[in-house]
């Protein structure tokens, strides 16, 4: 069992739609992480909140718009996607922001896998 | 910037048997954390392993061990006894003390019966 929860695990979507992934975690970490992963690809950072602000966005095309309503949950709002979207997207999260919490690893979800058609 | 570098794509490793995958990475700071995650096919990456960068002593979890080479800055993974269940794509990782991963390109392994 994950201790990040994401929903859903599958979304297919057209390129006119807009539809949100979501992600929770309720190990009190402060920093959350959304990745792209390509099929046997590493993970590509996109962005990075720390204490539910948005402190690293690794020049993602606005189409994706994150969201971090508080400090469990972490939104990624998709809109007008394209075919070279579709990934497996995976939300993680750590216990501390920048600095001082080096040797605190990230926990990963299980991942969103989104299909654009 | 950091780099990490995977040489192996792929490899294989009969049941019961010993495997060794490899990791090189660059990197300017003093003070960093390697890790190895373990992705099987369904899709979580999973921690297997870490290492502090100050400490010379290889880190061991159960059958999976680490060599790490400080100098030669090489953190290679040791799996003994391989089990089905092994099978999976492998990611070395640098973690630095801003909490930031970079991964290495992945090395899937196959555990034969």
């Known amino acids: 069992d994950t201790e990040v929860t994401q929903t859903p695990k599958h979304l297919v979507m057209g390129m006119t739609n807009k539809k949100s992934l979501k992600c929770e975690q309720h190990?009190?970490?402060?920093?959350m992480y959304w990745y792209k992963q390509k099929a046997k690809k590493p993970p590509e950072l996109m962005f990075v909140?720390?204490?539910?602000?948005?402190?690293i966005n690794e020049s993602v095309p606005s189409r994706f718009s994150p969201e971090c309503p508080n400090s469990s949950l972490l939104n990624l709002h998709l809109h007008a996607l394209q075919p070279e979207d579709s990934a497996l997207y995976l939300c993680?999260?750590?216990?501390?922001?920048?600095?001082?919490?080096?040797?605190?690893?990230?926990?990963f979800g299980d991942g969103t896998r989104l299909s654009i058609l | 910037a950091q780099t990490v570098t995977q040489s192996q794509p792929e490899m294989s490793v009969q049941e019961a048997e010993t495997v060794t995958l490899s990791c090189t990475y660059d990197t300017s700071e003093n003070n960093y954390y390697l890790f190895w995650y373990k992705q099987p096919p369904s899709r979580q990456m999973i921690l297997v392993i870490r290492?502090?960068?100050?400490?010379?002593q290889n880190a061991t979890e159960n059958r999976f061990s680490v060599n790490f080479q400080k100098a030669a800055k090489s953190f290679s993974l040791k799996i003994s006894d391989s089990q089905l269940g092994d099978t999976a794509m492998y990611f070395c990782?640098?973690?630095?003390?801003?909490?930031?991963?970079?991964f290495g390109g992945g090395t899937r392994l196959m555990v034969k019966p």
């Open positions: 909140y720390s204490y539910e602000k948005l402190s």
């Open positions: 993680a999260s750590s216990q501390g922001p920048q600095g001082g919490a080096g040797n605190q690893p990230q926990h």
């Open positions: 990782a640098f973690h630095n003390a801003g909490n930031m991963l970079t």
């Open positions: 290492q502090e960068a100050y400490k010379q």
């Open positions: 190990m009190g970490h402060r920093a």
